[in-house]
């Protein structure tokens, strides 16, 4: 059998080892262990207050640890300067507010990190950008500005802005909790689609039937801690702990 001896062809693309925080009291991270692989979805659910928000920040360094490890393709994540810049690059994020420039077009909100940031050429940037408008459904938007765009229009221009960056990864933070609900299909789709072209992903949502369709691996969080992990069928048919089986009844027909 062939041994790749490649120095990433077998790590996890994203590795939390021991991983805790504090807010003053609250222990808001609590040993957390996660390890994600190259095409991985990873949808992380749990209570309100539980720690996915803080968790996911902590993996591009909006938020700092107090302890433990997290590495990208192996590397430590970089504490400061071009390096982290050069990491958070590669790491798209996108949140339920889609947090879009108000003042510049879709098109320019799409080309700005690829000029500014990878020092792609205006032409370059802008083909690119197009063709991603494109694949999520919005270059007809492209001259609009965010206001004049629906919410889940703009939630998928702030998706095809991330994916401008030829981001490793995605992070998902609740991207459509903030939609009415018939905009919310239209953004999960875009996020189907992405999932079956290989992208890594880890996704904190509450639409269990996302989940269900996508996800790899569903991680269950709690007070700080991953209190269960598993496929999305162990997961939501045959929960192992009772703050599981209490979470799923406490959003069954929502
Ligand atoms: N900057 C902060 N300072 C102090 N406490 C914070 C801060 N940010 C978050 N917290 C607290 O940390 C806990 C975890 O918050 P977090 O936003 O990670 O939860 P969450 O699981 O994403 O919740 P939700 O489902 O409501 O988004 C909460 O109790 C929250 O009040
Ligand atoms: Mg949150």
Do not use: W
């Not at 390890?35 to 902590?58: A, F, H, L, W, Y």
């Not at 703009?154 to 933070?173: G, Y």
């Not at 079956?196 to 639409?207: F, L």
């Amino acid at each position: 059998m062939a041994q790749s001896t490649s120095s990433t062809g077998n790590q996890p693309l994203i590795e939390l080892r021991h991983v805790d925080k504090h807010y003053g009291d609250l222990h808001v991270l609590n040993d957390i262990n996660l390890s994600v692989d190259r095409g991985e979805v990873v949808v992380v659910i749990g209570p309100s207050g539980s720690g996915k928000s803080t968790m996911c920040r902590t993996i591009n360094r909006l938020e700092t640890i107090d302890s433990g490890e997290i590495l990208i393709e192996g590397e430590p994540l970089p504490q400061e300067g071009k390096d982290l810049a050069r990491m958070r690059a590669e790491l798209g994020m996108v949140f339920q507010q889609f947090n879009l420039f108000a003042h510049m077009t879709v098109l320019q909100n799409v080309m700005l990190g690829p000029v500014d940031v990878l020092g792609v050429s205006k032409d370059e940037a802008r083909e690119r950008a197009m063709d991603l408008l494109g694949r999520v459904g919005v270059a007809e938007q492209a001259d609009k500005v965010p206001a004049q765009l629906s919410g889940g229009q703009q939630q998928r221009v702030a998706i095809a802005r991330s994916l401008a960056m030829q981001p490793k990864a995605m992070l998902f933070d609740e991207p459509t909790s903030a939609l009415d609900p018939e905009m919310i299909n239209e953004v999960l789709e875009v996020m189907v689609r992405l999932a079956q072209k290989g992208m890594t992903m880890i996704v904190i949502t509450h639409e269990m039937n996302f989940a269900r369709r996508v996800a790899d691996r569903v991680v269950f969080m709690a007070d700080g801690q991953i209190v269960e992990t598993g496929t999305p069928d162990e997961f939501f048919s045959h929960p192992q702990t009772k703050r599981a089986q209490d979470f799923l009844n406490s959003i069954k027909g929502h």
